[in-house]
């Protein structure tokens, strides 16, 4: 099975500007995490979707928001983007069932 | 609110080895945790799991203990080689995520380095 794949790998923003991140879970999985890595503050949780609903939601402003489609496949969206916004977005999929995460490669995005 | 501390930034051992990375958490009773590895640029993948009434689980040269007594974790990695160098995370459920299990908080990572 191919894995968790994410796009793009790399961005590269402005302050103020918005950004949609994509995610593709590992077919078959119906649940898509995300969650931001940063240098300060770690692994931290955005949000969980399972079958086209959010599930469950990290302590971030409103400006971070996501969807999953019908494909399972899912996008996180921020407004108005902030320097400390720069930071590793990773997208996991799981079964929803198990328990194991399958973690993507990531999208690094740098905010200037 | 719950908290998760790896009480070892970085590791540096010889390789052969045993490496063992403690996690440590508080105000939670977790129902499991999870070890994940973490290398440069990449997004972690799963280890182990183990849950609260499993003492001990080995994979390979892998083994983690969970005593939900003292709310610790061990991971240790026997017969360590060059190749076993990485951040190493370790993960519990979020409280309030209810059945689901894509909620987790993670530990701030381990990074292990083994030497030749």
């Known amino acids: 099975k191919a894995g968790v794949t994410q796009t793009p790998r790399y961005l590269i923003k402005t302050r103020g500007q918005q950004v949609t991140l994509s995610c593709s879970p590992i077919s078959g999985h119906r649940s898509v995490s995300w969650y931001q890595q940063t240098p300060g503050q770690g692994l931290q949780f955005l949000f969980e979707?399972?079958?086209?609903?959010?599930?469950n939601k990290g302590n971030f402003p409103g400006r971070f928001s996501g969807r999953q489609f019908s494909n399972s496949r899912s996008e996180m969206n921020v407004s108005t983007l902030e320097l400390g916004d720069s930071a590793l977005y990773l997208c996991?999929?799981?079964?929803?069932?198990?328990?194991?995460?399958?973690f993507g490669p990531g999208t690094r995005l740098l905010v200037l | 609110s719950q908290k998760i501390e790896q009480n070892s930034e970085a590791l540096n051992i010889q390789e052969g080895k045993t490496a063992t990375l403690t996690c440590n958490y508080t105000n939670y009773s977790p129902a499991y945790l999870q070890w994940y590895r973490q290398d440069p640029g990449r997004g972690p993948v799963f280890l182990l799991l183990?849950?609260?009434?499993?003492k001990e689980k080995r994979k390979e040269r892998l083994k983690v203990t969970f005593d939900t007594t003292l709310k610790q974790s061990l991971f240790h990695i026997t017969a360590s080689q060059p190749a076993d160098s990485a951040t190493y995370l370790c993960a519990l459920p979020l409280r309030g995520g209810g059945t689901s299990y894509g909620k987790l908080t993670f530990g701030q990572g381990t990074i292990l380095t083994v030497h030749p």
């Open positions: 183990i849950r609260e009434n499993e």
């Open positions: 996991a999929s799981s079964s929803g069932v198990a328990k194991t995460q399958y």
């Open positions: 979707y399972f079958s086209e609903t959010q599930r």
